[in-house]
């Protein structure tokens, strides 16, 4: 049976995702969501990118999973021209992002006046007939959360929607949750909701790389995102939680991705420089393979974890 995936320029047989990075972004907007302008043009932001991007195709990406949901930035038009221009498959989201100490700064009014009925409606027709008028479908569910040590009112919503949405699509969340105490409590919700638990990603385990909660939460069946790698300043924290879940059988629910971009839109002055897409294959695997992890570990995270965490509507 031929398993398609949606990509933002059309559907792409799973087996041609590749060699795929989890967690990327091209456009961020800081601005509040029902605050945010196009006062850029799509050309100025692909001239930024595209050389980046080139740049991890040629060291051997195939597919980014862009995690920029609206609100937070999410611009169909430069993430079309990016993958048309690089020839990298680019997979967008559905979903809010209330990460950090926002506090629904970054969640479109409309969604945060809605009730979780209507999320989950407006969300499960991006799926079914595209985003807006684009035809585009999203391939996955992003939320952030929790970063406060507690799940808001505001965030339980989305979170409910979400794992709503999700039964009626198939489609995994990826979820921001960057305090490891909020994970126990996120956990729940998607219990009460009755979602399997290989639909929950848990975005930024390694944020804290709390290796407790990582094992505990695993051996349920979540999947565990380490996605700090673009940011991180060394990397030694990777090699013994790798080895860790290797010796817990929980590898098959590991993914990676860097967290790297992006081309930031945001109040102040100050220059955020770009992480390059590329630090994953020139620097990181590299440095596990000299830590003695098998390279080809590696491989199998980044093509065939996330082709499986891509395609779960076809296995259940
Ligand atoms: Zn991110």
């Given amino acids: 049976m031929i398993i398609l995936i949606s990509t933002v320029l059309g559907p792409v047989k799973k087996e041609d995702l590749g060699v795929t990075l989890f967690h990327e972004h091209i456009v961020v907007n800081l601005f509040s969501a029902d605050d945010q302008e196009k006062n850029y043009s799509t050309e100025e932001v692909v001239k930024y990118i595209l050389p980046y991007l080139i740049e991890a195709k040629d060291k051997g990406c195939q597919t980014i ?8 930035g999410r611009d169909l038009e430069v993430l079309v021209e990016c993958s048309k221009k690089s020839g990298i498959n680019i997979i967008t989201c559905t979903g809010a992002w209330d990460g950090s100490n926002v506090r629904g700064k970054n969640v479109p009014k409309a969604i945060r006046e809605s009730t979780i009925e209507e999320i989950t409606a407006v969300w ?8 807006d008028d684009t ?6 569910i992003k939320l952030a959360l929790g970063d406060e040590g507690e799940i808001f009112p505001l965030q339980e919503k989305l979170l409910r929607a979400a794992a709503r949405t999700s039964k009626k699509t198939g489609k995994v969340i990826q979820c921001h949750i960057w305090e490891a105490f909020s994970l126990p409590k996120a956990v729940q919700i998607i219990e009460e909701e009755q979602l399997p638990y290989d639909r929950f990603i848990w975005v930024h385990a390694d ?3 709390d290796i407790e909660k990582i094992l505990e939460f695993g051996k349920k069946g979540i999947w565990v995102e380490f996605d700090g790698i673009g940011a991180v ?4 924290k990777y090699p013994p939680a790798i080895r860790k879940l290797q010796e817990e059988k929980l590898l098959s629910q590991l993914l990676f991705g860097q967290d790297s971009g992006s081309y930031w839109i945001k109040e102040d002055e100050e220059e955020w ?13 590299p440095y596990c393979v000299k830590e003695g992890i098998d390279e080809e570990l590696i491989t199998k995270i980044i093509t065939e974890n996330s082709k499986r965490a891509l395609s779960l509507s076809q296995n259940h």
């Fill in 207 to 209: 944020g804290q790389m």
């Fill in 273 to 285: 420089p770009l992480r390059p897409y590329a630090r994953f294959f020139k620097e990181f695997v």
């Fill in 233 to 236: 300043e060394d990397f030694t």
């Fill in 124 to 131: 499960t027709k991006e799926f079914e007939e595209g985003i």
């Fill in 135 to 140: 035809g585009i479908k999203p391939g996955y």
């Fill in 65 to 72: 999973v862009e995690a920029t949901p609206l609100g937070l």
